[in-house]
T-cell receptor, first 114, second 115 residues
């Protein structure tokens, strides 16, 4: 069964350092989402891509976060510099179309900033 | 703005007992509603969804949910809980199935199952 892949699964970094997360959606899925999930809360959307274009990044802290999906397939989310408050689970999800019923989630990357 | 509320942060039930997890949404029109489950350290898995039609929807793993417009609720139920159901459950809503309309999640309910 096709799955959304994410790496690394766990990342520990010191504040002010740069960190990057990678996501490979299910093959053929045009829409890709990055969510941030703070411990004890529900996920919140950071950015949504349709193919290689950003559809919604209104909740992305653009002074330190960036996301790209250059070829419309896999995607990278970067934080520079990392802050203590960035400690969270970063989830990637994909769907066949933007209007598709179901988003398929990857296992997430657990980030701890010390 | 739409929002989703899950009033219960933690729930503990005995194995074999029935379960109901509460979810309330705030949105003028009927939203699209979802329930997801998340096991520790894992991503989210869709249990069921409601768009229109029959207000009682069936999902995977023996779960069902009922949409009640008058109460703005979409509660998740299971008649007999198994130990493997211990996880965190998230209710989510979406305004419409159009580009740019993202999921809004509730805060989650952590389910613990006693043997």
């Amino acid at each position: 069964e096709a799955e959304v892949a994410q790496s690394p699964r766990y990342k520990i970094t010191e504040k002010s350092q740069a960190v990057a997360f990678w996501c490979d959606p299910i093959s053929g899925h045009a829409t890709l989402y990055w969510y941030r999930q703070i411990l004890g809360q529900g996920p919140e959307l950071l950015v949504q891509f349709q193919d290689e274009s950003v559809v919604d990044d209104s909740q992305l802290p653009k002074d330190r976060f960036s996301a790209e999906r250059l070829k419309g397939v896999d995607s990278t989310l970067k934080i520079q510099p990392a802050e203590l408050g960035d400690s969270a689970m970063y989830l990637c999800a994909s769907s066949l179309l933007a209007g598709a019923y179901e988003q398929y989630f990857g296992p997430g990357t657990r980030l701890t900033v010390t | 703005a739409q929002s989703v509320t899950q009033p219960d942060i933690h729930i503990t039930v005995s194995e074999g007992a029935s379960l109901e997890l509460r979810c309330n949404y705030s949105y003028g029109a009927t939203p699209y509603l979802f329930w997801y489950v998340q096991s520790p350290g894992q991503g989210l898995q869709l249990l069921l969804k409601y768009f229109s039609g029959d207000t009682l929807v069936q999902g995977i793993k023996g779960f069902e949910a009922e949409f009640k417009r008058s109460q703005s609720s979409f509660n998740l139920r299971k008649p007999s809980v198994h130990w493997s159901d211990a996880a965190e459950y998230f209710c989510a809503s979406r305004k419409a199935l159009n580009a740019g309309n993202m999921l809004t999640f509730g805060g989650g309910t952590r389910l613990m199952v006693k043997p």
